[in-house]
Nanobody
Framework: QVQFVESGGGLVQAGGSLRISCAAS????????MGWFRQAPGKEREFVAA????????SYADSVKGRFTISRDNPKKTVYLQMVSLKPEDTAVYYC???????????????WGQGTQVTVSS
């Protein structure tokens, strides 16, 4: 059973940058497409970014395009989300997601991390 642990969340001022990570244990990391989703208080969980098993294909929500970059290091079994030009509306719990099939849909995700809080102050 593959498990994921996120790290790197925290408090940052608007306009600042942050990189969050998700490390996998167990399973075969390179056989999984990976993604990041987020959930703000009182809102539904939403797609942020996805990356294919090889890392050659990526997708982004319109709200983060040009500001966030997803990447992965298969030997290290880790996926990253680099966030720049952060806005208060980016405040949410960010969840690492994994699935054998590349997806941007919450309901299709098989595996979730526990989440890491990102708070952007104005």
């Amino acid at each position: 059973q593959v498990q994921f642990v996120e790290s790197g969340g925290g408090l940052v001022q608007a306009g600042g940058s942050l990189r969050i990570s998700c490390a996998a244990s167990g399973g075969t990391f390179s056989s999984l497409a990976m993604g990041w989703f987020r959930q703000a208080p009182g809102k539904e969980r939403e797609f942020v970014a996805a990356i294919s098993k090889s890392g050659h294909i990526t997708s982004y929500a319109d709200s983060v395009k040009g500001r966030f970059t997803i990447s992965r290091d298969n030997p290290k079994k880790t996926v990253y989300l680099q966030m720049v030009s952060l806005k208060p509306e980016d405040t949410a719990v960010y969840y690492c997601a994994a699935d054998p099939i590349y997806t941007t849909v919450v309901a299709q995700v098989d595996y979730w991390g526990q989440g890491t809080q990102v708070t952007v102050s104005s």
